[in-house]
Every structure is written in structure tokens, then in C-alpha cells.
T-cell receptor
Framework: ETGVTQTPRHLVMGMTNKKSLKCEQHLGHNAMYWYKQSAKKPLELMFVYSLEERVENNSVPSRFSPECPNSSHLFLHLHTLQPEDSALYLC??????????????FGEGSWLTVV | DQQVKQNSPSLSVQEGRISILNCDYTNSMFDYFLWYKKYPAEGPTFLISISSIKDKNEDGRFTVFLNKSAKHLSLHIVPSQPGDSAVYFCAASHTGGGNKLTFGTGTQLKVEL
């Protein structure tokens, strides 16, 4: 158990669907992240939230919409996705943002397939 | 531009021997380096880290070495065990860049009996 829980673990959605990925961290951390891992590519940072405020948006298309209602929960709302958006989406958390030597802890990921 | 590179996509080692995984970086601003281990269908698990003020950090069977002048770090696993078979990612960040980790593409380690 990693302390960062993601649901669902697997999701298949059509291009016209709206769905959400959910993340919860039980580590008392103040920063949360969404990463994307596509085949044969390095992990890509999508969004960063610190104390429930978005501090980074890494040029992510608007069809991905994050939400952080509190420091323990993070959502990624998905709508009108494309097949190339199929990937492993990883949530992560850390004690803080911008702190030297701060380690990021990942959840187990949500496998998304867009058909 | 790939700022963190793992040039070996795979490595095969016999059980009990040493595994050495390598990572090179280009950004001299990086001052914190981490290694993660990833099993299929799971998220990366933090393994070990090192600050740029050190050149070595050890935790049990795992040791990370940092050579700042060469912009190179390595992870040594000794002795290697079959359960170590996984993909290993190195990552780097710099103060002032938040925790924006830049990851390498990973090295698949296979420990054979």
C-alpha cells in the first residue's frame, strides 16, 4: 500500500464520454500531482496542486480538467478525449511544493483506454 | 530535449551479482536525484535519493552514486535478487523548480536465477 490511492484502476471510455479519475492521499501531504505515462515515453508532469491551489499546468489540453477540493483529494475530469490520450495516469503527492529534497510518492495508476 | 537519459533500456544480471543502473543528465541546475522502481501495472515506488551535496547514499542493498562533474548517477544493487526485476527510473529536480521531477525513460532490470 503506497498511501496514495487511485480509482478506478482501469477505465475504458468513448471519445464523447465524460469520466473522472479520483486520487486520495493518506500521507498528510500538501502537494498533489497528475502525471501521464505513455508507451515508450518518460513520465510527463501534467498538473501540480499545492495547498489546493494549482501551481503548474504543463500545457495540458483543456479536455483534461483537474480539481483539488482539499489537500487529500485530487480529481482529473476527462471529456471528449482522443485515442492518443490512452495511457497510464498517475497521481502523486509530496510534503510540500518547492521544498528542497522533497520526495514524490505515487499511486498505482489508472489505466485509461479511449476507444 | 531529454534532460535525463537512461541509455540502457534493459539489463540482465544473475542472482547474487551486482546490478549497476546508469543515468546521465544535462541540466547543471539539478540538485536532487531519485530512483524509482516500477512493476508492471503499478505506479513507481520510491527507492532511494541523493542530494547534490553528497556523492554517495546507501540504504541496505541499494547505493546511489553521484558524479556531478560528469553529470552522472548510478544505482548499485548488491546482491541482486529475482524480486528486483522491474523497470528502474531515475529522476532529477532542482530547488526553485518545485518538485518538478524530470524522469528518464527507464531501464528494465531482469535478475535471473
Amino acid at each position: 500500500e503506497t498511501g496514495v490511492t487511485q480509482t478506478p484502476r482501469h477505465l475504458v471510455m468513448g471519445m464523447t464520454n465524460k469520466k473522472s479519475l479520483k486520487c486520495e492521499q493518506h500521507l498528510g501531504h500538501n502537494a498533489m500531482y497528475w502525471y501521464k505515462q505513455s508507451a515508450k515515453k518518460p513520465l510527463e508532469l501534467m498538473f501540480v496542486y499545492s495547498l489546493e491551489e494549482r501551481v503548474e499546468n504543463n500545457s495540458v489540453p483543456s479536455r483534461f480538467s483537474p480539481e483539488c477540493p482539499n489537500s487529500s483529494h485530487l480529481f482529473l475530469h476527462l471529456h471528449t478525449l482522443q485515442p492518443e490520450d490512452s495511457a497510464l495516469y498517475l497521481c502523486a503527492s509530496s510534503k510540500g511544493y518547492g521544498v528542497v529534497g522533497n520526495t514524490i510518492y505515487f499511486g498505482e495508476g489508472s489505466w485509461l483506454t479511449v476507444v | 530535449d531529454q534532460q535525463v537519459k537512461q541509455n540502457s533500456p534493459s539489463l540482465s544480471v544473475q542472482e547474487g551479482r551486482i546490478s549497476i543502473l546508469n543515468c546521465d543528465y544535462t541540466n547543471s541546475m539539478f540538485d536532487y536525484f531519485l530512483w524509482y522502481k516500477k512493476y508492471p501495472a503499478e505506479g513507481p515506488t520510491f527507492l532511494i535519493s541523493i542530494s547534490s551535496i553528497k556523492d554517495k547514499n546507501e540504504d541496505g542493498r541499494f547505493t546511489v552514486f553521484l558524479n556531478k562533474s560528469a553529470k552522472h548517477l548510478s544505482l548499485h544493487i548488491v546482491p541482486s535478487q529475482p524480486g528486483d526485476s522491474a523497470v528502474y527510473f531515475c529522476a532529477a529536480s532542482h530547488t526553485g523548480g518545485g518538485n518538478k521531477l524530470t524522469f528518464g525513460t527507464g531501464t528494465q532490470l531482469k535478475v535471473e536465477l
